[in-house]
C-alpha cells in the first residue's frame, strides 16, 4: 500500500516539459509511480486545480550557525524549499577551534545580520572539525535536506588563527589549509565557497578572513577540487574583477564553479550582461561558470548602528572601527558627509547606488516623528530643503541611531532582471536565507519566481521555471535522485496554487534565541510541501510537531 496518493493533479516534473495531469504515489519516503495507475494508499489528496512539483533547491543560504538551534531553518520549508545549500561565500562555523568561536560569531554578526545575543545562546559549539559539524547535524536532524560547503574564511581562521584577517598565508599554511579543505570534501562537503567581496567585513571593519587571499592559496584551495574529482566552487566577487580571474580557478580545479553576485545596478546597467557574455565565452572553452541572478529586488532594512548596504563604500570602512560618540560625530561632520558623496557619485557600482527615491524610512524612534514613516528620502529631502544624505543622518542622528530605513538597492530594473533570469549560463539564487535576518528575507524567492516571473511576468513557462529552482541546482550540485518527480526519487514535493502562488509582504518576528528579531515571509498559495514522504508544512506553517525528515546530504554525483 502507498503511503500517500495525489490524484487529479498537474504534475509539473522539474525536466521543464509540459505539465501533464494525472496521479503521483509516495511510498517510503520515494516516489514510486507516476501518471495513470491503480493501488490505495494510507492518505488519498484530491488535488483538482493544483500543481505539483519538486521541492524547491535554495543554492545560497546561510543557516549554517541557525541550523544548530532551529534545524527546520525557518522559514525555508514554509516557502517550499525541501534542500538548501549552506555556507556560501564562505561564512561558516566549522572547522573552529574552541578559542575562535568569539570571533567566528563576531564576524557573523556583522556579515550576515546576526544578532551576537543570538548567536551566544543559540549556537551548539558540539563539533571542532567539519567532519564532526556534519555528524553533529546528522545527530540532532535536520528539517530540509541540506548540503555544506567547506567555507574558506571559517578554514582560514582555522589554519591562521588571529592571523586570519591580516596577511597573506604562508606555503606551509596554504598546505594546511588545502588538507582542511580535502578532509571536508571526504566527509560530505559539496564544495568549497569564498568571498572576495570588499563589503564582506566582520566587527570593526576587519575584513572577512578569505580576502586576504593571494592568488596562489585561491589556486591551491580550489585545486583542492580536483584532487577530489568532484563538489562544487562558489565565490562572491567584487563588482569590478574580472570574470577571467575566476575563470583560471575553474580551469584550475575542473569543476563548475558558481560567480556570485550578479545584481543589476543602475550606475552601470551593463555590467552584469556583461558579465553574463564573458561567463559564456568562459563555457564555450570548457570552464563551466555559471552567474548566480537573484529574481528578488534587492531591499535592505537597516539602521545607522549597521547600515550594510553602506559598508562597501571605502570611506565607510574606519567608521566601523569608532566608538559609537566618535561614530555620531563623524555623521555629522559634513567633511564625512562629502567624502562620502563623492565616492558615491564617482559611477564605480556599488551596492548602495543612491537611488534616494527608493530609501524610505520605515520605522521611526520617535513618536513626534511619525509623520515620516512610509515616506522617500528623497521626498522629504525636498520638503525640508536638505541633500538626501544630509537629511537622512540628522534624522538617525537625533533619534540615536535607532531609525529603520528600507532602500530597494539593486535589481529594480524588472525588464533587466527577467532578461538576467533568461540567460542560459544563469542560475536563479541569492535568497541569502539565514543571513541578513535584521535587513531582508528573500527565502519566498522560489514561490516570486513561479508566482511573479512566471505566472505574471510570463518571462518563461512555468516549467521552466521549476525545472530553473529544482533539477537544475539539483544536477549542478550533483545531488542524487532530488530535483524531478519521478519513480525512485525522493519524495520532495511543493504542492501549490498556480493562480495565487508568491511570496507575501515580509514582517519582523522576535523568535530568535535571546529575543532577537528576523524578517519573514508567508507563503501564498502553497497547500503542503513534503520532504522524503513527510508533509513538513502547509499555507499556516509547519505541521506534524517538530518532525525532523531531512537528509544531510554527504554523497554527491561524480560527474555532471
Ligand atoms: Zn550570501
Redesign the pocket.
Known sequence: MLDIRFDNVTIIDGTGKPGFLGSVGVRDGRILEVGSFEGRAKETLDASGLCLMPGIVDN?T?YDAQVTWDPYCNPSPLLGVTTLVMG??GFTIAPCHPSDRDITMRNLTQVEGMSIDALKEGIDWSFETFPQYLDMLEAKGVGPNVCCFVGHSSVRTYVLREDAATRAATPEEVKQMRAVVVEAMEAGACGFATTRYPGHNGEHGIPMPSRLADDAEMLTLSGALKDVGRGILMM?KSFDMPISTIEKLCAEANRPYII?ALLHSHLDPNKTFADLSEIKAAQSRGNRLYGAVSPCPLNMDFSFHSPYPLEGFACWHPMMDLSIEAYKEALADPAFRKAFMDELNSGEVKVFSGEWDKVYVAQVASTANISLEGKSIADLSEVSQKAPFDFMLDLALEENLDTMFTATIMNSDEDAVGKMMCDENAIIS?S?AG?HLTFLCDAGFGLHVLGHWARDKRIMPLEKAVHKLTLEPAKLFGIKNRGYIGPGAWADLLLFDPKVVGRGPSHRLHDLPAGASRLTTPSVGVHGVWINGHKVADGDGLVNGALLSGQVIREYADAH
Open positions: 545560497h546561510h556560501n561565500c562572491t556570485a541569492l541569502d543571513a
